[in-house]
C-alpha cells in the first residue's frame, strides 16, 4: 500500500511540470488576449468603458494610417518568410543535402549569425545601407560618382523592403538549422543512391524525395518565422518604414500614447493584429495544399534531370546570393564595430579617419545598468526555464508520455501568436494588480518566450538518451535523483549548454517584452540600442550593439567550452 501510494504521489507530483508549462504559457497568452478582446470591444472600466462597443473598430478603419500599414506589413513579413524559406532550402540542397556533416562549417557560421541579436543585426544593416552608409562609399570608392549621399536607398524602406532585407538575413539561418538538423533525422543517403542508380541528377532527386519528406518536420518553424515577420516591432523601429509604420509600431503608438483612451484603438489594432496572423497561416496552410497537390503529378511522372539550361544558372545564382546574404550579415556587423570606434568617419570615406575610445567611454557611465540587468534577466530567465523542461522532460521519460507529448504542441504559442497582441492585454492586467514595471513583470513576460526555445533545443538530445545508463546506476543502489544528477546530467551537459546559450541569446534580444512590462522603467541593452537608434550618435548606437552582440556570442562561446569531450587521465 505505502510503494502504492509513493507512486501515486510521484505521478501527481510529475503532472505538475506540464501543467506549470502550460499555466505559465498559455495561460498568460489567454489572459493576454482575453484582455485585449475586452479593450478593443470598449469594455475597460478603468478607463470609463463600461459596455460593449464598436467604436474603436469605427475608428480604426476611418483612420488613414491603417490600410498603408496593414499593407507595409504583409508586403514585409510574406516576402521575408517566402525569401528565407527558399534560400534554407537550396543552402541545405546545396551545402548537405545528405545531412551527413553534423558540424561543418555551414552550420557553425549560421549559429554565429544566429547569436547575433535582432536588433544588434538590425542597427549594423541600417549602417551598411544608409545613403551615407558603407554601400555607398563603396560604389563611390569604385566609381567615384557619389561625392555626396544620394537622396535614395538602394533597398527602398518606405515599401518595408529594407525591414524584409534584414529578417530575410536573419531568419534564414534560423531555417537552415532547423531544416540540417530535421535532415538528420530523415537519413536521405540511402534514398539518394537508390536515385542516382535510376539515373536521377542529384536535384531532381532531392526535390522527389527528400523535399517532401523534409517539409513537414520544419513546418512549424516556418509558420513561426512568418507570424514573427508580421509582428516584429524592434526591427520595424529600425529598419521599417516612417511613413507609413508598419502596424505593429502602429499598434505600440497607440499604446504609449498620453491620451488613455488610445488604448481602445490599440486594443482594436491588436486584435487586427492577431487576424492578419491568423488569415497568413492559413493562407500559408492552403497553399501547401494547393503545391501538393498541383506537384503529386510532377512527381510520378518520372523526370531524372532538370534542362541544363535552367540548372546550371540556377546553382550560380543560389551560390550568389548565399555569398552575397553572409558578406552582408558580417558588413553589418563590422559598421557596428567601426562606428564604436570612430573618432571620425566622413562621408565617402570608407573607413575611418581616426579611431578612437571616446564612444565607449562616453557610453561607459550609463552602459552598466542596462547590461548588468539585461545579462541577470537573461541568467534568471534562462535557468528558470531550463528547471521547468528538464521537469516536463524527465515526467515525459519515467511515467507518461501522452501528457507532455499532448502538452508540447501548446508549448509555442508565444511564437506563433503575434507579441504585440497579448502583451498589450498582459499590461492591462498588470496595471490593474498594482504590478506593472516591476522587475518581476519583465522576468515573467521574458520566460513566455525564453521557454519555448529552450524546450524546442533540449527535447530531441534528451529524448535520444540511452536509457540503460539510468538502468545501470539504478541496479548499483542509487536513486533515481542520484542518477538524474551524477550520470544523466553530465553526459548531457552538451545539450544543456546549448540550450541555455539560446535562451540567454533570446532574452538579450528581446525588446517588446521588456518595454511593456518595465513600462521604460527596466533598462536593458536592447531597449536603449532601439531607443538610441532613432537620433543619437552612431558612434554610441555602435557601442550598444556591438555590446549586445558580444554579450550573447560569450555565451554560445562558453557553451562550446562547455560542450567540449572532457578526457579523464585515470591518477
Given at each position: 500500500?505505502?510503494?502504492?501510494?509513493?507512486?501515486?504521489?510521484?505521478?501527481?507530483?510529475?503532472?505538475?511540470?506540464?501543467?506549470?508549462?502550460?499555466?505559465?504559457?498559455?495561460?498568460?497568452?489567454?489572459?493576454?488576449?482575453?484582455?485585449?478582446?475586452?479593450?478593443?470591444?470598449?469594455?475597460?472600466?478603468?478607463?470609463?468603458?463600461?459596455?460593449?462597443?464598436?467604436?474603436?473598430?469605427?475608428?480604426?478603419?476611418?483612420?488613414?494610417?491603417?490600410?498603408?500599414?496593414?499593407?507595409?506589413?504583409?508586403?514585409?513579413?510574406?516576402?521575408?518568410?517566402?525569401?528565407?524559406?527558399?534560400?534554407?532550402?537550396?543552402?541545405?540542397?546545396?551545402?548537405?543535402?545528405?545531412?551527413?556533416?553534423?558540424?561543418?562549417?555551414?552550420?557553425?557560421?549560421?549559429?554565429?549569425?544566429?547569436?547575433?541579436?535582432?536588433?544588434?543585426?538590425?542597427?549594423?544593416?541600417?549602417?551598411?545601407?544608409?545613403?551615407?552608409?558603407?554601400?555607398?562609399?563603396?560604389?563611390?570608392?569604385?566609381?567615384?560618382?557619389?561625392?555626396?549621399?544620394?537622396?535614395?536607398?538602394?533597398?527602398?524602406?518606405?515599401?518595408?523592403?529594407?525591414?524584409?532585407?534584414?529578417?530575410?538575413?536573419?531568419?534564414?539561418?534560423?531555417?537552415?538549422?532547423?531544416?540540417?538538423?530535421?535532415?538528420?533525422?530523415?537519413?536521405?543517403?540511402?534514398?539518394?543512391?537508390?536515385?542516382?542508380?535510376?539515373?536521377?541528377?542529384?536535384?531532381?532527386?532531392?526535390?522527389?524525395?527528400?523535399?517532401?519528406?523534409?517539409?513537414?518536420?520544419?513546418?512549424?518553424?516556418?509558420?513561426?518565422?512568418?507570424?514573427?515577420?508580421?509582428?516584429?516591432?524592434?526591427?520595424?523601429?529600425?529598419?521599417?518604414?516612417?511613413?507609413?509604420?508598419?502596424?505593429?509600431?502602429?499598434?505600440?503608438?497607440?499604446?504609449?500614447?498620453?491620451?488613455?483612451?488610445?488604448?481602445?484603438?490599440?486594443?482594436?489594432?491588436?486584435?487586427?493584429?492577431?487576424?492578419?496572423?491568423?488569415?497568413?497561416?492559413?493562407?500559408?496552410?492552403?497553399?501547401?495544399?494547393?503545391?501538393?497537390?498541383?506537384?503529386?503529378?510532377?512527381?510520378?511522372?518520372?523526370?531524372?534531370?532538370?534542362?541544363?539550361?535552367?540548372?546550371?544558372?540556377?546553382?550560380?545564382?543560389?551560390?550568389?546570393?548565399?555569398?552575397?546574404?553572409?558578406?552582408?550579415?558580417?558588413?553589418?556587423?563590422?559598421?557596428?564595430?567601426?562606428?564604436?570606434?570612430?573618432?571620425?568617419?566622413?562621408?565617402?570615406?570608407?573607413?575611418?579617419?581616426?579611431?578612437?575610445?571616446?564612444?565607449?567611454?562616453?557610453?561607459?557611465?550609463?552602459?552598466?545598468?542596462?547590461?548588468?540587468?539585461?545579462?541577470?534577466?537573461?541568467?534568471?530567465?534562462?535557468?528558470?526555464?531550463?528547471?521547468?523542461?528538464?521537469?516536463?522532460?524527465?515526467?515525459?521519460?519515467?511515467?507518461?508520455?501522452?501528457?507532455?507529448?499532448?502538452?508540447?504542441?501548446?508549448?509555442?504559442?508565444?511564437?506563433?501568436?503575434?507579441?504585440?497582441?497579448?502583451?498589450?492585454?498582459?499590461?492591462?492586467?498588470?496595471?490593474?494588480?498594482?504590478?506593472?514595471?516591476?522587475?518581476?513583470?519583465?522576468?515573467?513576460?521574458?520566460?513566455?518566450?525564453?521557454?519555448?526555445?529552450?524546450?524546442?533545443?533540449?527535447?530531441?538530445?534528451?529524448?535520444?538518451?540511452?536509457?540503460?545508463?539510468?538502468?545501470?546506476?539504478?541496479?548499483?543502489?542509487?536513486?533515481?535523483?542520484?542518477?538524474?544528477?551524477?550520470?544523466?546530467?553530465?553526459l548531457l551537459r552538451g545539450p544543456l549548454a546549448w540550450a541555455a546559450a539560446v535562451g540567454c541569446a533570446i532574452s538579450l534580444s528581446l525588446y517588446l517584452p521588456t518595454v511593456q512590462g518595465g513600462e521604460g522603467r527596466i533598462a536593458t541593452l536592447a531597449s536603449e540600442a532601439v531607443s538610441l537608434s532613432a537620433g543619437g550618435d552612431r558612434r554610441v548606437v555602435g557601442v550598444y550593439g556591438i555590446l549586445q552582440a558580444v554579450a550573447a556570442g560569450l555565451f554560445f562561446i562558453l557553451a562550446v567550452r562547455i560542450a567540449?569531450?572532457?578526457?579523464?587521465?585515470?591518477?
Amino acid at each position: 500500500m505505502r510503494a502504492r501510494r509513493d507512486i501515486r504521489l510521484q505521478v501527481d507530483t510529475g503532472k505538475l511540470a506540464p501543467a506549470a508549462a502550460l499555466l505559465l504559457l498559455v495561460g498568460s497568452i489567454c489572459l493576454g488576449l482575453v484582455f485585449v478582446l475586452a479593450i478593443g470591444f470598449g469594455y475597460l472600466p478603468a478607463l470609463g468603458g463600461r459596455s460593449l462597443s464598436l467604436d474603436a473598430f469605427r475608428t480604426l478603419a476611418d483612420d488613414p494610417r491603417t490600410l498603408p500599414a496593414l499593407g507595409t506589413t504583409l508586403l514585409a513579413g510574406t516576402l521575408a518568410t517566402l525569401a528565407a524559406t527558399s534560400a534554407a532550402f537550396a543552402l541545405v540542397a546545396l551545402v548537405d543535402p545528405c545531412g551527413a556533416a553534423r558540424q561543418g562549417w555551414p552550420q557553425r557560421l549560421a549559429v554565429a549569425v544566429l547569436a547575433v541579436p535582432h536588433v544588434a543585426m538590425a542597427l549594423g544593416l541600417g549602417f551598411v545601407l544608409a545613403p551615407s552608409g558603407w554601400l555607398m562609399r563603396g560604389l563611390d570608392a569604385l566609381t567615384g560618382l557619389l561625392p555626396l549621399p544620394p537622396d535614395v536607398e538602394l533597398v527602398p524602406r518606405e515599401q518595408g523592403l529594407t525591414l524584409a532585407l534584414g529578417l530575410l538575413l536573419k531568419e534564414t539561418p534560423f531555417l537552415f538549422v532547423a531544416m540540417a538538423t530535421a535532415l538528420r533525422q530523415i537519413g536521405p543517403a540511402q534514398h539518394m543512391l537508390v536515385a542516382r542508380a535510376l539515373g536521377y541528377s542529384d536535384g531532381m532527386a532531392w526535390m522527389k524525395l527528400v523535399l517532401p519528406r523534409l517539409y513537414p518536420l520544419v513546418r512549424f518553424p516556418i509558420l513561426a518565422v512568418l507570424a514573427y515577420g508580421l509582428s516584429v516591432v524592434d526591427m520595424s523601429l529600425i529598419l521599417g518604414p516612417t511613413t507609413p509604420v508598419t502596424l505593429p509600431v502602429l499598434i505600440l503608438k497607440w499604446t504609449n500614447d498620453p491620451d488613455l483612451a488610445q488604448r481602445f484603438l490599440a486594443g482594436a489594432a491588436a486584435l487586427l493584429q492577431v487576424s492578419l496572423v491568423a488569415a497568413a497561416i492559413l493562407t500559408w496552410w492552403l497553399g501547401e495544399r494547393a503545391v501538393v497537390r498541383v506537384a503529386r503529378g510532377w512527381l510520378s511522372r518520372g523526370g531524372r534531370r532538370w534542362p541544363r539550361i535552367v540548372s546550371v544558372p540556377f546553382a550560380a545564382t543560389l551560390r550568389g546570393v548565399g555569398i552575397a546574404s553572409v558578406a552582408l550579415t558580417f558588413l553589418s556587423l563590422g559598421a557596428l564595430l567601426l562606428w564604436s570606434l570612430a573618432q571620425s568617419w566622413r562621408y565617402p570615406s570608407l573607413f575611418p579617419d581616426a579611431f578612437s575610445l571616446s564612444g565607449w567611454q562616453r557610453s561607459l557611465a550609463g552602459l552598466w545598468s542596462p547590461l548588468a540587468t539585461s545579462l541577470l534577466l537573461a541568467v534568471i530567465a534562462t535557468t528558470l526555464s531550463l528547471v521547468l523542461a528538464l521537469a516536463c522532460l524527465e515526467h515525459e521519460r519515467r511515467l507518461s508520455k501522452s501528457v507532455v507529448r499532448a502538452a508540447e504542441k501548446w508549448l509555442f504559442l508565444p511564437l506563433l501568436v503575434p507579441e504585440v497582441s497579448f502583451l498589450l492585454g498582459l499590461q492591462i492586467l498588470l496595471l490593474l494588480i498594482g504590478c506593472n514595471g516591476s522587475w518581476a513583470a519583465v522576468l515573467w513576460m521574458h520566460l513566455l518566450f525564453v521557454f519555448p526555445y529552450v524546450f524546442l533545443t533540449l527535447k530531441d538530445p534528451w529524448r535520444s538518451f540511452d536509457p540503460r545508463y539510468e538502468r545501470a546506476g539504478v541496479s548499483l543502489g542509487k536513486s533515481p535523483w542520484t542518477v538524474f544528477r551524477q550520470i544523466k546530467l553530465p553526459l548531457l551537459r552538451g545539450p544543456l549548454a546549448w540550450a541555455a546559450a539560446v535562451g540567454c541569446a533570446i532574452s538579450l534580444s528581446l525588446y517588446l517584452p521588456t518595454v511593456q512590462g518595465g513600462e521604460g522603467r527596466i533598462a536593458t541593452l536592447a531597449s536603449e540600442a532601439v531607443s538610441l537608434s532613432a537620433g543619437g550618435d552612431r558612434r554610441v548606437v555602435g557601442v550598444y550593439g556591438i555590446l549586445q552582440a558580444v554579450a550573447a556570442g560569450l555565451f554560445f562561446i562558453l557553451a562550446v567550452r562547455i560542450a567540449r569531450p572532457r578526457h579523464w587521465r585515470a591518477p
